[in-house]
C-alpha cells in the first residue's frame, strides 16, 4: 500500500510541475505530452482504485494535449477514462455478465411479456435504464439536427465522462473507500484554492491587460488547448463591471467563473466527509466558502438560500439528529459571513485603475441586480429564455438535437464551445433532447436524491448519515443553481460529479432492497 502511495504521489507531481512550468510559459506546451504519457503508464499498468485515486486528486490539472497545430483541445482525461473503463469491464467480466442478463430477460420476456420484462430492468438496473434511454432520446434526436458532427461528439462526450461513473461505483465498497477518495479530492481542492489566492493577489499588482492576457494566451491556452484561448480573450467571465470599476471574480485555474464554484460545491460535499473526524477541514472550507463568495456569480450566492432551508427542513419535521445539523451547517455560516465581509475585496482598487470611492459598492449593486429585470445580464437571460421556450413549443419531441441548441439563438451550432446555453439546465435538455429527455432528466435527478434521502434516513452507520445529508445539500444547492446555468456541463465539473455519483450509489446500494451485481 505505501508503494502504492508513493508511485501514486510521483505521478502527480510529475503532472502538477509540468503543468505549472507550462502554464508560466517556462517550458513549451509540448512538455504536456510527456506529462500525460506518464499518466497513461501509470493507468495502464496501476490497479483501477489507484487511478482513480489519481483522477479524483488531477481534475484541475488535467489538460488538453497539443497533439497537432491545429488539433490542441483533446484533454488527458478521455483516454485515462476510456483505459479505466475497459479495464474495469474485462476485469469484472462485464460483458459475460451482460449477455447472460440478456439471455435471461429474453427467456423472461416469453414467459411473462415485454411489459413485464421492462419493470424488472427498471427495478433491477434503474439508473443504468435511464441512462440508456437518455442517451437513446440524443441518438434519434440527430436525426433532425442542424449540424450533426457537433451532436455526435456531444454523446461521445457524456458518454465518455459516465464512464467514470461505473468505474468508481465498482471501486467503492465501504465508507472508508469513499473517505480516501475525499482525500485525493480535497488535495484537488487545495490546488484551485491555492491557484484561486494567486489569481486575486495579482488583481492587486498588475494591470488589467496584463492579467487578461496572462491567464488567456498562457495558461488557459496551456491547459485547454488554443480555441478555448480565444474564446477566453473575447469572451471571459471573469470581470464584475460597476460604472467606472472593474473587479475580478475569481476563476482559479478554470476557464470561467460558472464551473469553478460547482467544482469547489462538490469538493465541500466531499471535504465534509472527512470533516466528521478531522477537524482542520475546517480550514478548506473557510477557503472554499470565501472562493465561492469571490467568484462573484450570482446565481451560487441566490442558491445558498435552498440548502439552508432544507436543512432547517430536515432538523424539524423529519427528526434529524443535532450533531448531523450542527455539523452541517457549518459551510452555509461559513458563506453567510464571508459574502458581507467581501465587500472589502469587492469595494478596493484593483488592476491599478483609479476610481471614485462613490462608486465602490459592487457587492451591493452585484447584489440587487439579482432581481433587477433590467440588468444587462438578466435582460440576456430572459431573451434566451423566451427563444428557448419558443424553440420547445416547435420542437416538443425531440428537440433541436443534442448539442444544437445555439441554432435557436441563430448562432454557428460550434457556438456551443463557447458557453452558448439556454442559462437553465433544464430548458437546454428540453430544447435540445425534447420532452422524453427532460421527464428522463427530471427521473435521474430523483434517483439521485432518492440514494441521499436513503443514505440518510435509513442507514445505522452515523458517519454514513451525514454524507447522505450533505449529498442532499450540495446537490440540492447544485440543482437551484443549475437554474440560471449549465456550468455542469464543464468537464472538470462533471468528471468530480461523477465521482461524487458513483461514491453514493455505491454507499446506498449496501442498504437497497436490491443491487447491481457488477457494483
Known sequence: MEQSAIKL??????QLVTVFVAAIGMVPREALLFSGAVLVFFVLFSPVRESVLLIARSIPILTALPLTEHFDSLNIWRILVLIMFLQWVWQERIIAYCCAAYEKLKAQTRMNGMIATIRYVYGTWRIEFLMLCLFLVAFFSLLQVENFAIGAKRIIYFANLGMLFFVVRSVVQTIDDARMIARNVVIGALIVLAVGVVQLGMAYIVHIDYFAEFWALEVNQALYGSGWAYIAVNANTWFAYYNDTIHLRMFSSFPDTHSFPLYLLMSMCFAMLLFWKNRWVAIVLALATAALVLSGTRGIWLAALFPALLLAYLAYMHGVPRQLVRRSVLPLVLFAVALPLSTFIFSSTQFKLKESSVHQRVLVERIKSIINTEETSNQGRIEIWRATLASMAQHPFLGVGVGNFPTILKQNPTAIKAGSSAHNLYLNFFAELGVFGFILLLLIIYELWRRGWRLLMRSHAENERFFGLNVLLYFTWI?????????????????????????LFSIAARIAPTRHAAA
Open 9 to 14: 504521489n510521483v505521478v502527480f507531481i510529475i
Open 479 to 503: 440543482v437551484w443553481y443549475s437554474m440560471t446555468d449549465v456550468a455542469i456541463f464543464d468537464e472538470r465539473a462533471f468528471l468530480l460529479f461523477m465521482i461524487l455519483c458513483g461514491v
